[in-house]
């Protein structure tokens, strides 16, 4: 049973990107690839949903990127639903099916990246409007 895990876990390193460091210890690694641990870990779990919280922040641009290609690599292979709460809406738009916005804790708008990216109320709530604007000037 050991062995297998063990073998389930070289697996789960290796889609995750993190093989070539199976056998150091997560205190040697850089940022980007401590917080990749982490995912990886969630997947030993074997999870049919998964939820991500922030899973770039404090990332550089290239270990963002590289996330980005994990939950990609992730989400093909292993055919899971994730949920992810991000503020970063370029990595939202590319990772996402479905968008839920909330503003101020209130769902404003849902749909596809494409639909939400242009709903009045969205542009509204993060961008402000013309008349938002003049009365703050």
Same mark, same amino acid.
């Given at each position: 049973?050991?062995?297998?895990?063990?073998?389930? $876990?070289?697996? =789960?390193? !290796?889609?995750?990107?993190?093989?070539?460091?199976?056998?150091?210890?997560?205190?040697?690694?850089?940022?980007? +690839?401590?917080?990749?641990?982490?995912?990886?870990?969630?997947?030993?779990?074997?999870?049919?949903?998964?939820?991500?919280?922030?899973?770039?922040?404090?990332?550089?641009?290239?270990?963002?990127?590289?996330?980005? !290609?994990?939950?990609? $690599?992730?989400?093909?292979?292993?055919?899971?639903?994730?949920?992810? %709460?991000?503020?970063?809406?370029?990595? %939202?738009?590319?990772?996402? +099916? !479905?968008?839920?916005?909330?503003?101020?804790?209130?769902? =404003? $708008?849902?749909?596809?990246? +494409? !639909? %939400?990216?242009?709903?009045?109320?969205?542009?509204?709530?993060?961008?402000?409007?013309? $008349?938002?604007?003049?009365?703050?000037?």
């Amino acid at each position: 049973e050991q062995r297998a895990h063990l073998a389930r $876990a070289r697996e =789960i390193a !290796e889609l995750t990107g993190l093989g070539h460091h199976f056998d150091n210890p997560v205190a040697l690694l850089s940022y980007g +690839d401590r917080k990749r641990v982490e995912f990886a870990r969630a997947l030993c779990l074997e999870p049919s949903v998964l939820l991500l919280d922030e899973p770039v922040a404090g990332m550089n641009a290239a270990e963002r990127a590289r996330t980005v !290609e994990v939950v990609h $690599a992730v989400r093909a292979e292993l055919g899971l639903s994730v949920v992810l %709460v991000e503020h970063d809406m370029g990595l %939202v738009m590319r990772l996402a +099916d !479905e968008v839920t916005v909330l503003d101020f804790g209130r769902a =404003i $708008a849902h749909g596809t990246p +494409d !639909e %939400v990216r242009g709903d009045p109320e969205v542009l509204r709530a993060y961008l402000g409007t013309g $008349a938002e604007q003049e009365d703050a000037a």
